[in-house]
């Protein structure tokens, strides 16, 4: 993980509801073929449009894609 993971302080969508704390960073990494998602802080919920959803579906379909072609 090479990027800042953690909260960015923007909210590019707008607040979605009161409890919503912005933008948030993430990072995911291969560890001992374990899949890892690092959010850089406490997090108790997830909201993603359309888009972002669709790259964390890609995101994490590649790294899927890793592990499997590690066998």
């Given amino acids: 993980m090479k990027d800042k ?3 960015t302080g923007q909210f590019p969508k707008g607040k979605l ?7 948030l ?8 073929n374990v899949i890892e998602i690092h959010f850089g ?11 972002e ?9 590649n790294k899927i894609k890793e592990l499997e072609n590690k066998d």
């Fill in 41 to 51: 802080k406490p997090v108790s919920w997830l909201g993603l449009p359309l888009a």
């Fill in 17 to 23: 509801n009161k409890n919503d704390e912005g933008e």
């Fill in 25 to 32: 960073q993430i990072g995911m990494i291969i560890t001992n």
């Fill in 53 to 61: 959803s669709k790259g964390f579906y890609e995101l994490f379909g």
């Fill in 5 to 7: 993971i953690g909260a």
